[in-house]
């Protein structure tokens, strides 16, 4: 352990306990104010070692300043941040070192070639590695030869990413890492994503394409208006699904027995129409539906846009949200 790693601890009573715990990020009431404006209000989460986490929000909603704040780039107004252990108020130097991160605002020197800027971000890092970054740039086709000042948008990001990629770090943070990229490269960041993780790193992932989030992350939670106002883990989002039939203008109205109250929720339309929205395995739900007076059923999963759409859109009849699901 480094004498800056030992300073820290003593500096910080709690770090030895947060490094030995399943968690590489702990964040602690953490606020940011300015003046009267509050940009981030009492955000308290953690992310554990290993899983890609993600971090959904419209614009201004607090995850960059989330972000900031985390790494140190930022004072908060109130609360703390750990990374691996370390305060980056206590040691910024320390929490660098446990951190790629790609801004959604990512600058180069336009001066430079590709190779080159690889080349000073590697020496740049103590846990940089060249070669990892060139084949992160070969697996993105990115012509290393040109000066940076003359790549387009996408390329430029594509260079960012493969400088993020390169340290071996066991936390990578990435703000919007496929903005200006074209479908086939996307799937390629997002493969990335996911070997970063299977070789045990931790995956922070700021992003507004919701089908990326579903694809790639274990964990997500939602931020609006600078507060953090719901949760959810992914494997809980793949067992809800929305059922929609039609009822009989002469039919009885649907009854939910007691043992699934909690379970469903219906809407009925002057139509006809019945939107049924579950919040768990349907095994148990199938054979009560198959009892009601309900025409052309059609069953479908219910994804992220869903939950995007009632947290952000305030449409709280839209979806079901998960037991649990709440900040």
């Known amino acids: 352990m480094s004498r800056r790693h030992v300073s820290s601890l003593l500096r910080s009573p709690d770090a030895l306990t947060e490094i030995s715990d399943s968690h ?18 009492d955000c308290s989460l953690e992310v554990a070692r290993g899983e890609v986490f993600g971090l959904l929000g419209p614009n201004g909603a607090g995850k960059t300043t989330l972000i900031r704040l985390m ?57 940089g590695d060249l070669d990892r970054s060139l ?22 990001q594509k260079l960012a990413l493969a400088v993020v990629f390169g340290p071996h770090t066991p936390l990578c943070i990435l703000d919007e890492p496929t903005a200006n990229l074209d479908p086939s490269v996307r799937a390629t960041v997002l493969k990335l ?10 995956v922070v992932f700021s992003s507004h394409v919701l089908s990326e989030i579903e694809q790639t992350c ?8 600078g507060e953090l106002v719901h949760r959810l883990w992914m494997r809980d989002l793949f067992q809800r699904h929305r059922i929609h039939g039609v009822q009989p203008t002469d039919a009885a109205e649907l009854v939910i027995e007691p ?10 339309f002057e139509d006809g129409r019945v939107q049924i929205d579950t919040d768990d395995d349907l095994a148990p739900i199938l054979p009560w539906l ?5 025409e052309r059923i059609r069953i479908e999963p219910l994804g992220l846009q869903t939950i995007y759409h009632q947290v952000h859109l305030g449409d709280d009849s839209d979806a079901l949200v998960p037991n649990g699901g709440t900040a």
């Open 24 to 41: 590489i990020v702990r964040c602690e009431a953490l606020s940011k104010r300015y003046g009267d404006f509050v940009s981030l209000r």
């Open 71 to 127: 790494l140190g780039y930022l004072r908060p107004s109130s609360g703390r941040s750990l990374i691996n252990g370390f305060d980056p108020q206590v040691d910024a130097i320390a929490v660098k070192r446990q951190v790629s991160y790609l801004p959604g605002d990512a600058r180069l020197p336009r001066h430079m070639r590709g190779r080159g800027v690889l080349r000073f971000f590697s020496e740049l890092h103590p846990d």
């Open 135 to 156: 084949h992160v740039a070969d697996a993105l086709e990115l012509d290393l030869s040109r000066r940076v000042a003359f790549m387009s948008t996408g390329m430029r």
């Open 193 to 202: 994503v996911e070997e970063a993780r299977d070789e045990g790193r931790t």
């Open 218 to 225: 274990d964990r997500v939670v939602f931020l609006r208006h």
């Open 259 to 268: 043992d699934l109250e909690d379970h469903l929720v219906i809407r009925s």
């Open 290 to 294: 198959v009892r009601q007076p309900l």
